[in-house]
C-alpha cells in the first residue's frame, strides 16, 4: 500500500464531512466516514453505496459512530453530552454505536471509530468501571464482525488513554490519534503524547489547533491545516517514528462554509505533499 495515502473525513448526510463527489474532485482515494443516520443504514444502502464507492475509486478506512444530542459547544457540554460515557443515553447509544459497526462491516470496513466521551480521570471513580464495562462490550461486539475499535483522541491525557486501554483489555481496542484535539481540549502536547500511545494508533486525523489561554478550562481554537499549534512536520516525523504509514485523514469540519472548506483541505493536501516529499 502507498505511505501515507492522503484521506479525508466524509459524510452522506448533511452536516459532518465533506461528500464524497467532493473528496473525488480533491483527488482523495481514502476516507473516514461519519455513520449515516439510521434510516440510511439499510443493507440495500450499504450495497448502493459501495457502487457509489467502486465509480469514485474511494475506499473507506474507518466508520465513525456519532449521536445525536452531542454537544461539542465547549468542554462541559462535551463532558454532559459526548459519546458512551453519559448515563442517560449510554445503554441506547451503545445500541446504536453495535448497529454502526453492523452496517461498516456490510460496506466492508474493519474499524470503527468514536469519540467515547469524558473517561473520568480518577480511576476510584465509580463510573469509571462501567465506562470499561460497555467499552469491552462493543469490543466484543465489533470482535464477533473481525473490527477493530478506535478510540479518538483528545479527552484525556496520554498516560490515562494507556490505562484505560490497559483496564479494558481487548486485543481490538486502538486508537485514532487526532492531535489537534489535545490541544483543544488541553490534554497535553500532542507530540509527546504519539510517542506514548504509538503502538495502539492504527487511523489519525490531520487537525491542526491553537492552545487556549487557560487549556484545560476552555477551547483552544481550530485552525486550518499547518496555520496552528501541531506543528505537523514534527507530526509526520513522530509518525514515522512510531512505524505509522497509514493513511493521513485530514479533518476539517467547517460543513457550514463548503467552499472554504474544500479550499483548506486542498491546501491541507499540498502541505501534507510538501512534507511527504521532503521526508522521503
Ligand atoms: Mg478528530
Known sequence: MEKWPIGVFAGVDAGLGVKLEVARELGIRTVQLHAPRRESRTPQRAKDFLTK?????????????????????????????????????????????KEIADFARLLGVDAVGLHLGFVPHDAGDSMYGDIIAVTRELCDHCEKLDQNVHLETGQ???D?????????????????FDPANMILYGCGEPIAALKKVGKYVRSVHCKDARWAKNPGKEWGAETPLGEGDVGMENFLRALAEIGYFGPLTIEREIPQEPKRQKAEIGRGMKLLHELKARMG
Open 53 to 97: 464507492l467502486d465509480e469514485l475509486g474511494i475506499r473507506i478506512t474507518v466508520v465513525f459512530g456519532g449521536f445525536e444530542g452531542e454537544s461539542y459547544a465547549d468542554i462541559p457540554a462535551v463532558i454532559e453530552t459526548v459519546g458512551l460515557v453519559p448515563p442517560a443515553t449510554r445503554a441506547a447509544r451503545t445500541r446504536e454505536m
Open 156 to 158: 484525556e491525557p496520554a
Open 160 to 176: 490515562l488513554l494507556l490505562k484505560f486501554i490497559g483496564d479494558v483489555d481487548c486485543d481490538n481496542l486502538f486508537v485514532n
